[in-house]
């Protein structure tokens, strides 16, 4: 039965297996036997992680006797889901590993829900929740969509990689978590107000995971594979969160659609998880939560607070405070209908995002 005639029901669709440890890489073939897989494996990378984990997944394959290729893709584009489709269409792979920090993975849980295959998440950096989620960010026409992927059926997560990646990385997957505390506060006030569906269990899960996050900051910050396995298992529960509720919904909220608008107007954007971050701060504020302790929690695991962090212009700040009900309309938030440029900027000042 094919992932997509799926997509109408609430179906809920979690990972069966994950294993977070150092060296895990060289157990990628056991997980897949495991799994009962059979035939060929295909490996979505990009250069890099072609070089630190492709190969080294590869190998591991061939241990257990697996045959695979490896398959070189430049970003998460429509050009690179039609490369990886192609070749599942002339090689008929049998399964799809993607390895990487988090294009890779897009593209292989996109093919895995197209093609129907079975896929396995293995992430080099712990950089955003979409390790283990059934969502892929994919740029169609050249503007990037959130859509319905598959779930990985295991998440192998290799820490003594992932802790070699830089600390940036790390502390972007930090706030994309800490950002659940507005993503479920949208959420609630959609259900009170727009009467839509709410879990009880996925937004309490979500809250815990953000709550957890928050409270352990500084032992996150001293970037040692503790670090690591702390924030990989909260992405984990952040995903499981997201497909327990069916949507992104317990995970991605008013502060998501800012850094998506931010990501359309800025010259330079940030990592996903620190304009997440620095947006959660603003609507926390908007929520009349506390939002000193959100901007507290990313100051302490060293993730960007302002504009300046970020590399952005405070005007590029206003600009997407103000687009940002526009990027997914359908999606009620905090922000309503939209902004006016004056409140946006008031917003931006007295949470010190702008000086
Ligand atoms: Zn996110």
Redesign the pocket.
């Known amino acids: 039965m094919s992932g997509q005639e799926f997509s109408d029901f609430p179906f809920m669709e979690l990972p069966r297996g994950i294993l977070i440890d150092k060296g895990a890489l060289s157990k990628v073939g056991s997980v897949c036997r495991r799994f009962h897989l059979d035939g060929k494996g295909l490996i979505v990378c990009d250069s890099i992680t072609k070089e630190i984990a492709g190969r080294g997944v590869e190998g591991s394959l061939s241990d257990v006797g697996y045959g695979s290729e490896v398959i070189v893709i430049e970003g998460a584009t429509d050009r690179s889901v039609e490369v990886v489709n192609d070749h599942v269409s002339e090689k008929g792979d049998d399964f799809i590993l993607g390895v990487g920090g988090g294009r890779p993975i897009d593209v292989a849980k996109y093919i895995a829900m197209v093609r129907d295959l079975d896929f396995i998440s293995v992430p080099t950096a712990a950089s955003?929740?979409?390790i283990a989620s059934s969502r892929a960010s994919i740029e169609m026409d050249g503007r990037k969509k959130s859509i319905k992927a598959k779930a990985p059926l295991g998440v192998v997560a290799d820490t003594e990689i992932i802790a070699r990646s830089p600390y940036r990385l790390l502390a972007s997957g930090s706030a994309?978590i800490i950002?659940n505390y507005t993503a479920v506060l949208d959420w609630k006030l959609a259900h009170r107000l727009k009467d839509e569906p709410f879990s009880e269990y996925a937004a309490a899960l979500s809250e815990m995971t953000a709550r957890m996050v928050m409270e352990r900051a500084s032992d996150i910050s001293t970037r040692l594979e503790e670090s690591v396995r702390i924030v990989l298992k909260a992405l984990v529960s952040s995903s499981v969160a997201m497909s327990i509720a069916g949507s992104s919904r317990p995970?991605?909220g008013s502060e998501?659609m800012f850094?998506h608008a931010l990501d359309a107007v800025a010259e330079k954007p940030a990592l996903?998880?620190e304009e997440?971050g620095v947006g959660s701060i603003m609507m926390m504020y908007l929520h009349g939560g506390d939002w000193e302790r959100i901007r507290g929690a990313l100051e302490t695991l060293k993730a960007p607070i302002d504009a300046e962090g970020l590399g952005v212009k405070n005007g590029e700040i206003i600009e997407a405070l103000v687009g940002a009900c526009s990027i997914r309309p359908e999606r009620y938030t905090i922000l309503g209908d939209g902004l006016t440029r004056d409140a946006a900027e008031k917003v931006a000042r007295i949470t010190g995002v702008i000086d």
Request: charged residues 15%.
């Open positions: 955003h929740d979409g994309d950002s995970a991605s998501h850094a996903h998880g997440v």
